[in-house]
């Protein structure tokens, strides 16, 4: 069975179906979130709908503490955060935002005990899932990573790019309408990175997966958008050929992406 | 839910820590040699007795409870799972009180198991029911989980690779530091108030088969324990630091309200059970009874008792019933009692042989209740190792010669190393009264008689002397 026919056999809840009343799956404006003491995102906007969003930067640009914010873990102190429509900042309860939330951390952590599948499973359960759809789910879910065949394996019997697959199981386990992915790409082999860009392309009709990475090469692979932030403040949102075409042949970099990375880059932080 | 418990049970400690508590359980139980063992009330022979020394046993499992709680309470830190876990949906309570429930249902087993295999000894031994044990068994189950959990809280507010030892080692020193109270003979004697020192899940062992537990002890620990795990309960399940306090509410209160139920000295907390030690006679007269735990005595005691009965009948006063009693005699001995019976202890070191491996032939126990004409000792256990010993039991030895018209050691296993010196003292004391005229003969055994009743004076010299007139 293929998950394309698990996709179509499934029950498909009302909420799913109802038209939805926003225009943006995410939409940032102003926003202000702190890591510590530091605005590591500061006075960013940004509006992400369906489709595969990369999310570029240095290291320490404050992509990862945009996606907690996204992730609703991080409190924003200023500016608006909309999730579906929905000011994060004024939620009286997330649960609803959350339930339509995949989120696979940086440092992924994970019960060393259980199986795979238990622990999806167990993911499946916090993420509030119908009980009637949790094995079909969890099943789905790990074919679609392919640890099918470890999925009865423990979790510390892994290796490093089986454990980031069984993450992003997980965070895909609920179908979310928003997936938040955080350096997805760490510790995986050439021919996992492939699986891991088809499984972005099925994904990318219906979901608004945000992919943070610092790696320029899987965000020309696999998205179809691409948002380059730097020092918490966006500095670029456009297709990947208009990133391409931002370079010239005087800038940094191997491909005509990464020249547009670094131009862009490079004439962000020029002082005015 | 239920296959998420399912999971838990599977892979969280819960199982693990259920079998290791009925293992060490079992070790302690059968491998050491103690009071649970060879004492007067067994944890295989009576039902209260063994609820009451498997609580015992806490003593030297209940830190390791809460070490084990606190290596589970790591878990989380360890695993690294706060980020993904800050991000779901379902409250964390859902959480914590899935995976305290798995413990729950592990540890809890564990005890229970340990209990059924006592319970299953006592029932083939045939002995005495009521449900006593009941309440015992609960309130050790709570206290059990109860610290587990506390083990798990203080862990997740500390997680750090020494918080589980250090449980264990606070755990010992608060167990021994409530052993501390004042009459307890331990190094720190006193160093609680009693009821503080019944704030300890180890109960003392009971000291016969008809001891139990009050129910105001039982009341008291159920809160108290009650409100630890409702604390430890919501130190997990917080995520804030006013959460954190709030959730001290429930042990301040638990304590609060079982201190004002505990009792304050141990004959209140550890009482007679007025069903296990109703008399239960032979029929006919004159009376001879024991107590309903001990029912199985009877046939063996009537005969001895009633021909020795017959015997004292000489005396003037003659007591006229042979009865078992409840009453031990204290540490430092003399206990008051109805001279119109001949009491007899079966906790005394007389009647230890009773109930234990090589019964007493029934000439034995004639001459053990005809000992100081029908009295007690008026020594307390502590006082074997003394002179005072000898010369009491020479005396009593006499007395029964004299009724028996015949020379007779009493019988009895313990302080064996004084036999020498007992007798050669009693059988010139034998010999000094039998040259006696007949009447002060009699006046001189029915002075050591009153002498022994009221504890008053050497009956070795009362014998020799005739006492005071």
Known sequence: MTGKEDDMARTVSASEVAPTTYAWEIKAEGLVVKAGRRRAVNGLDLSMGVGVHGLLGPNGAGKTTFIRALATIARPSDGALELFGEDVRRARDLRQVRRRIGYLPQQFGYYRRFTVREFVEYLAWLKEMPKQDVPGAVQRAIERVGLADRADDKMKTLSGGMVRRAGIAQAIVNDPAVLLLDEPTAGLDPAQRMQFRELLHELRADTCVVVSTHLVEDVAAACTDVALIDEGQLVFQGTVADLAAAGTGSDVGDSDTERGYSALLANHRRPV | ?469
């Not at chain 2, 998420?4 to 892979?11: A, D, K, Q, S, V």
């Open chain 2, 1 to 469: 839910m239920k296959r998420i418990l399912g999971i838990e049970l599977r892979r969280s400690s819960a199982l693990v820590i259920g079998l290791l508590f009925v293992v060490a359980s079992l070790a302690m139980l059968y491998l050491m040699s103690g009071p649970w063992q060879n004492g007067s009330a067994e944890w295989t022979t009576e039902w209260t007795a063994s609820a009451m020394w498997q609580r015992y046993l806490l003593l030297f499992s209940w830190p390791f409870v809460l070490g084990a709680g606190a290596v589970q309470g790591l878990r989380d830190h360890r695993s690294g799972v706060g980020e993904l876990m800050a991000s779901v949906p379902k409250p964390r309570w859902h959480r914590i009180a899935v995976l305290c429930g798995a413990v729950g249902i592990g540890l809890g087993s564990g005890a229970l198991v340990t209990f059924l295999v006592g319970a299953v000894q006592v029932s083939f031994h045939g002995a005495y029911f009521s449900f006593g044990w009941l309440p015992i068994l609960l309130v050790g189950l709570l206290a059990l989980v109860a610290s587990f959990w506390a083990g798990m809280a203080v862990a997740s507010l500390a997680p750090y690779l020494l918080t589980p030892p250090l449980m264990t080692a606070f755990g010992f020193a608060a167990v021994i530091l409530l052993l501390s109270t004042p009459g307890s003979g331990t190094v720190a004697d006193g160093a609680v108030p009693y009821r503080v020192g019944l704030l300890s899940p180890a109960m003392n062992g009971p000291s016969d088969a008809f001891t139990t537990v009050a129910a105001s002890v039982d009341v008291g620990q159920a809160v108290w324990f009650a409100g630890l795990g409702a604390t430890a309960f919501a130190l997990l399940a917080a995520r804030s630091v006013r959460g954190r306090l709030v959730a001290l509410l429930p042990v301040l209160v638990g304590v609060a309200v079982a201190l004002p139920i505990l009792p304050t000295d141990k004959a209140t907390a550890y009482p007679v059970d007025a069903d296990a030690a109703a008399p239960v006679c032979a029929e006919g007269l004159p009376k001879v009874c024991v107590t309903t735990v001990e029912q199985s005595l009877l046939s063996t005691v009537a005969g001895p008792g009633r021909a020795a009965l017959a015997l004292l009948a000489k005396l003037p006063d003659a007591p006229t019933s042979v009865q078992q009693t409840t009453v031990h005699q204290p540490q430092g001995g003399g206990v008051r009692y109805d001279p119109s019976t001949v009491p007899f202890d079966s906790n005394d070191y007389l009647w230890k042989p009773v109930s234990g491996l090589t019964p007493l032939t029934p000439e034995e126990l004639k001459t053990s209740f005809l000992a100081g004409a029908g009295t007690r000792t008026c020594l307390g256990s502590r006082e074997e190792w003394d002179q005072r010993y000898v010369r009491e039991r020479a005396a009593r030895t006499v007395a029964a010669a004299w009724l028996a018209g015949q020379y007779h050691p009493l019988p009895g296993r313990s302080a064996q190393y004084a036999n020498a010196d007992v007798d050669r003292l009693g059988l010139s004391a034998w010999n000094a009264l039998r040259a006696l005229p007949e009447p002060e003969q009699l006046r001189r055994v029915m002075a050591l008689r009153s002498a022994a009743l009221r504890c008053d004076g050497d009956l070795l010299d009362v014998l020799a002397s005739g006492g005071a007139r």
